[in-house]
């Protein structure tokens, strides 16, 4: 994955060594570019709603029942992102196009057109420049706001489906003894059947394999992360 630092530096790289009328399409690159790493609240409070639904199926899942043959059994048909959610973040390859595009090809496919006149408009229109390669990644990064979004809610949808049932199941049924969080345990005895809650595997798991870390750090979102993480 590209960092933003990485694809700004990039982008100005280009367009050092384009020609000056090509500007106005430049601006308009970089206009998408900061929509895109400068996301509204409600895809902030999407990414803190998945970090949630995502711990309370990891939990769900790590539930040990008496009956655990009668329970209901939570789906395994994971959604893209569910795993590594950085894979949503692709841009359907703008990026990757951006950083690895050869200049010579870049620099061919600039030319120039004129666009038509207003209708009942008396001064011709002026020629302006223009770029296949830079258009389609206009296209494809300002689709990429709404898709990697919907790929968030689908992931989140998929946690919320997984818990109705199991989620019920964890305050009615039986746990085996060592994993019964509502009895009393010793954790002093170091007893080897009494598993301590890994709260940081958990952590890692969603914020550091999952990706979550990194999309906070991408887009610069004010988020909580766990302490443990620090450590």
Known sequence: ????????????????KS?????????????????????DEAFTCQVKYNIHCLTYDT?????????????????????????DVTILFDTEGA?????????????AAFIMFTPEAEEGSETPPAPVMTNSYMVSWIERITTAIEKELAGLKEIASFCEGCGYD????????DYFEANDPYKAKDYSKNDPNIPAVDKKGIAKKIF???GYSWIKDTFELEMYVPSCLES
């Open 1 to 16: 994955m590209y960092t933003k630092a990485e694809i700004l530096e990039r982008v100005a790289y280009l367009q050092s």
């Open 166 to 173: 199991v989620g019920l199941a964890m305050y009615f049924e």
């Open 19 to 39: 020609p000056a009328m090509a500007t106005p399409l430049f601006e308009e690159l970089n206009t998408t570019l900061d929509a895109y790493f400068h996301r």
């Open 95 to 107: 990026f990757e196009e951006i950083m690895t595009i050869e200049l010579p090809p870049f620099l």
């Open 59 to 83: 939990e769900l899942r790590s539930h040990d029942y008496v009956n655990s043959e009668n329970m209901p059994i939570m789906s395994d048909n994971y959604p893209k992102g569910f795993e």
């Open 208 to 210: 550091d394999d999952g």
